[in-house]
């Protein structure tokens, strides 16, 4: 079972029908919705700040989420997927995003609707990020845009795989 953890008087709040690694850990002021999944050592650490998570949120193993103190909180909207060891620090992530592997998301970055971060980027502190944009380096820059039916068929698809992933643990 995930190490799931209050602080401060915060005890996080997990939806329906998520799938929990057994060595994630959630902590604190954390509120998870629907049919989620959070893989094999994944790190959401809602201690000094707030993360709300929308439904069929996909964080995958070796990702860490966090925050600043009084300052930044993380919003996550419904059908993102988050890839292998993502850093996300205080931003915001809308609906049908995907963060690429290994990419850096910093306090006060937002990434648009369909949005695409690039495997190994790093969005820096305020960056905004437009709806159906692909970014991509260190620190990240504007690629292309994506097309938005593309980009929301594409996560929707990656949205319903981890959850079926998901549902081979259950055995």
């Given at each position: 079972?995930?190490?799931?953890?209050?602080?401060?008087?915060?005890?996080?709040?997990?939806?329906?029908?998520?799938?929990?690694?057994?060595?994630?850990?959630i902590?604190?002021?954390?509120?998870?919705?629907?049919?989620?999944?959070?893989?094999?050592?994944?790190?959401?650490?809602?201690?000094?700040?707030?993360?709300?998570?929308?439904?069929?949120?996909?964080?995958?193993d070796?990702?860490?989420?966090?925050?600043?103190?009084?300052?930044?909180?993380?919003?996550?909207?419904?059908?993102?997927?988050?890839?292998?060891?993502?850093?996300?620090?205080?931003?915001?992530?809308?609906?049908?995003?995907?963060?690429?592997?290994?990419?850096?998301?910093?306090?006060?970055?937002?990434?648009?609707?369909?949005?695409?971060?690039?495997?190994?980027?790093?969005?820096?502190?305020?960056?905004?990020?437009?709806?159906?944009?692909?970014?991509?380096?260190?620190?990240?820059?504007?690629?292309?845009?994506?097309?938005?039916?593309?980009?929301?068929?594409?996560n929707?698809?990656?949205?319903?795989?981890?959850?079926?992933?998901?549902?081979?643990?259950?055995?």
């Amino acid at each position: 079972m995930a190490i799931i953890k209050s602080v401060r008087g915060f005890t996080p709040v997990i939806g329906k029908d998520c799938f929990l690694a057994e060595n994630a850990v959630i902590i604190g002021d954390v509120t998870m919705g629907d049919e989620c999944s959070v893989w094999f050592s994944t790190v959401l650490r809602g201690d000094v700040n707030t993360i709300t998570i929308g439904n069929r949120v996909n964080i995958q193993d070796g990702s860490v989420l966090h925050t600043l103190y009084q300052k930044s909180t993380i919003e996550i909207g419904n059908d993102v997927s988050i890839g292998h060891n993502v850093v996300i620090h205080g931003a915001k992530i809308r609906d049908y995003a995907l963060i690429g592997m290994g990419a850096v998301v910093m306090d006060d970055a937002e990434v648009g609707e369909g949005a695409i971060v690039a495997a190994g980027a790093v969005v820096l502190s305020r960056t905004k990020i437009g709806p159906h944009e692909l970014w991509g380096g260190a620190p990240a820059k504007f690629i292309k845009m994506v097309e938005p039916e593309k980009a929301k068929e594409m996560n929707e698809k990656i949205a319903r795989n981890y959850l079926m992933y998901s549902k081979w643990y259950e055995e």
